[in-house]
């Protein structure tokens, strides 16, 4: 499995709550610029996959490690959680934080490393690079034309469309999203399929979702894993996973 093109492994690893084995001997390998799709049960061990990427959970036993592109490892394992941010892992949770006071535009500005907290910001200038990352996002997340608008009057969709803004404007090496859609109207969750597409190739992507057409549309050619009692069940494409008798038994309840 070990390549240049990895960004992310994980090996062997195991997670027990009280007893209770909510990762198991869970092997996981993201390519450079994949996007990649975790589906599976409810607790499966799917957020708590993601609470150990990002270092808020800690594995029992196995490895998590990230590839920098320079050919570094990094023993993920061994970093605090906010050194995991740092080193480019950005999570984007269900409930979109944005500023609600603030415009899309600031929000970006907001969330730019060297502006970020809150004190610094207060006196933080734009230097025209950090516009021009501010036009390239607000492009990619189709917000353009909301820029001045403020964030706490956009849509559902708009907002959590705006807080992958903020993460792209760190731009991270690996972002993991959950339920992307979740509360969205058909259109918006199409627009959101759309987004993550397009940001595939300029950055590694997880995004664990529930909802099958909007698996499909964002799965397309790639790989889908299927996550069952905390260890991989089944990966492979969009149709193969969901042919496969073991996931039909389990996810599909059929
Ligand atoms: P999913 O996100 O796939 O629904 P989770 O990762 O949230 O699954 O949970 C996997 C299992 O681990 C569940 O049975 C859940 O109850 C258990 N679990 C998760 N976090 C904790 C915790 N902090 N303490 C105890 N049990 C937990
Ligand atoms: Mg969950």
């Given at each position: 499995?070990?390549?240049?093109?990895?960004?992310?492994?994980?090996?062997?690893?195991?997670?027990t709550?009280?007893?209770?084995?909510?990762?198991?001997?869970?092997?996981?390998?993201?390519?450079?610029?994949?996007?990649?799709?975790?589906?599976?049960?409810n607790?499966?061990?799917?957020?708590t996959?993601?609470?150990m990427?990002?270092?808020?959970?800690?594995?029992?036993?196995?490895?998590?490690?990230?590839?920098?592109?320079?050919?570094?490892?990094?023993?993920?394992?061994?970093?605090?959680?906010?050194?995991?941010?740092?080193?480019?892992?950005?999570?984007?949770?269900?409930?979109?934080?944005?500023?609600?006071?603030?415009?899309?535009?600031?929000?970006?500005?907001?969330?730019?490393?060297?502006?970020?907290?809150?004190?610094?910001?207060?006196f933080y200038?734009?230097?025209?690079?950090?516009?021009?990352?501010?036009?390239?996002?607000?492009?990619?997340?189709?917000?353009?034309?909301?820029?001045?608008?403020?964030?706490?009057?956009?849509?559902?969709g708009?907002?959590?469309?705006?807080?992958?803004?903020?993460?792209?404007?760190?731009?991270?090496?690996?972002?993991?999203?959950?339920?992307?859609?979740?509360?969205?109207?058909?259109?918006?969750?199409?627009?959101?399929?759309?987004?993550?597409?397009?940001?595939?190739?300029?950055?590694?992507l997880?995004?664990?979702?529930?909802?099958?057409?909007?698996?499909?549309?964002?799965?397309?050619?790639?790989?889908?894993?299927?996550?069952?009692?905390?260890?991989?069940?089944?990966?492979?494409?969009?149709?193969?996973?969901?042919?496969?008798?073991?996931?039909?038994?389990?996810?599909?309840?059929?």
């Amino acid at each position: 499995h070990r390549g240049t093109d990895l960004v992310l492994s994980v090996e062997g690893v195991n997670k027990t709550f009280d007893g209770f084995k909510a990762i198991s001997d869970l092997n996981f390998y993201l390519a450079e610029g994949e996007l990649r799709t975790i589906i599976g049960p409810n607790g499966a061990g799917k957020s708590t996959f993601m609470d150990m990427i990002t270092g808020r959970t800690r594995p029992d036993t196995g490895s998590l490690t990230l590839h920098k592109p320079d050919g570094h490892d990094i023993d993920l394992t061994k970093q605090a959680e906010y050194k995991i941010t740092r080193l480019g892992i950005a999570r984007k949770f269900q409930t979109p934080s944005v500023y609600t006071q603030h415009t899309v535009y600031d929000n970006l500005l907001l969330s730019l490393p060297r502006a970020r907290g809150l004190f610094s910001s207060l006196f933080y200038r734009e230097s025209k690079e950090d516009r021009e990352r501010i036009d390239e996002v607000l492009e990619t997340i189709r917000l353009t034309e909301l820029r001045h608008s403020i964030a706490g009057a956009l849509s559902h969709g708009q907002k959590q469309w705006l807080e992958i803004g903020m993460l792209l404007s760190q731009q991270p090496a690996v972002l993991l999203v959950d339920e992307p859609a979740a509360g969205m109207s058909d259109d918006e969750t199409h627009r959101t399929g759309e987004l993550l597409i397009s940001l595939a190739g300029k950055h590694s992507l997880i995004v664990i979702e529930h909802d099958m057409t909007f698996v499909k549309q964002i799965a397309r050619d790639g790989k889908v894993t299927v996550l069952h009692q905390g260890t991989v069940l089944c990966e492979g494409k969009f149709d193969e996973v969901q042919s496969n008798p073991k996931v039909r038994e389990v996810y599909l309840g059929r």
